[in-house]
């Protein structure tokens, strides 16, 4: 069964503090690994995606990392503000049969504090 | 990011009732997919379409049903409306299989 498992289930930190959210995944065979940010009551809005043969990949304050081998995923983020606060979702997509579907994780719930 | 856009954004509807929610995509994304979101949890796939046919489908009843049309919006049924289905609704559409998704800011139903 394809899966998605991210830690921590929340995370409260404060402003100008660094943070690494992790995502674990099963899903197979493997297309690409997505984070997206939600606010709440919000569409999921796309921070970075990946492919099997990327390490790493950058968007400003937010840097993810993929080791397709032990199928691990991190999102760091970095110097956090206010506006960081939200909903951190992984979501992995594979290439075919039931694994097409896109396969999210509960996410990661950040608060970042003044 | 842009180009999807559902509407309406918010919905109150009877236990009972019927309700279509609308999904407008991006020109030649012809993938489109749908979503429940609970409050708090991630969302879970309810269907997904290519070229104007439902090619997936994950846990929902029948009573959930789509449609895509050639202008690239679709469309989410619900029929006889049940107090769980009280959620975020999500659509999420793509040019092709090698692209990610971009995801509309969903709708908020609410039954009652």
């Known amino acids: 069964k394809n899966q998605v498992e991210q830690s921590p289930q929340s995370l409260i930190i404060l402003e100008g503090k660094n943070c690494t959210l992790q995502?674990?995944?099963?899903?197979?065979?493997?297309?690409?690994l997505r984070w997206y940010k939600q606010d709440t009551g919000r569409g999921p809005v796309s921070l970075t995606i990946m492919t099997f043969s990327e390490n790493t990949k950058s968007n400003g304050r937010y840097t993810a990392t993929l080791d397709a081998d032990t199928k691990q995923s991190s999102l760091h983020i970095t110097a956090s503000q206010l506006s960081d606060s939200a909903s951190y979702i992984c979501v992995v997509s594979g290439t075919s049969g039931s694994a097409r579907q896109l396969t999210f994780g509960s996410g990661t719930q950040l608060t970042v504090l003044p | 990011e842009t180009g999807v856009t559902q509407s309406p954004t918010h919905l109150i509807k009877t236990r009972g009732q019927q309700v279509t929610l609308r999904c407008s995509s991006q020109s030649g994304h012809n993938t489109v997919s749908w979503y429940q979101q609970a409050l708090g949890q991630g969302p879970q796939f309810i269907f997904q379409?290519?070229?104007?046919?439902?090619?997936g489908r994950g846990n929902f009843p029948p009573r959930f049903s789509g449609l895509q049309f050639p202008n690239y919006s679709s469309e989410l049924n619900v029929n006889a409306l049940e107090l769980d289905d009280s959620a975020l609704y999500l659509c999420?559409?793509?040019?092709?299989?090698?692209?990610?998704?971009?995801f509309g800011s969903g709708t908020r139903l609410t039954v009652v």
């Open positions: 379409y290519y070229r104007e046919e439902e090619n």
């Open positions: 995502c674990n995944y099963t899903v197979s065979p493997f297309s690409n």
């Open positions: 999420a559409s793509r040019l092709g299989g090698h692209y990610g998704y971009t």
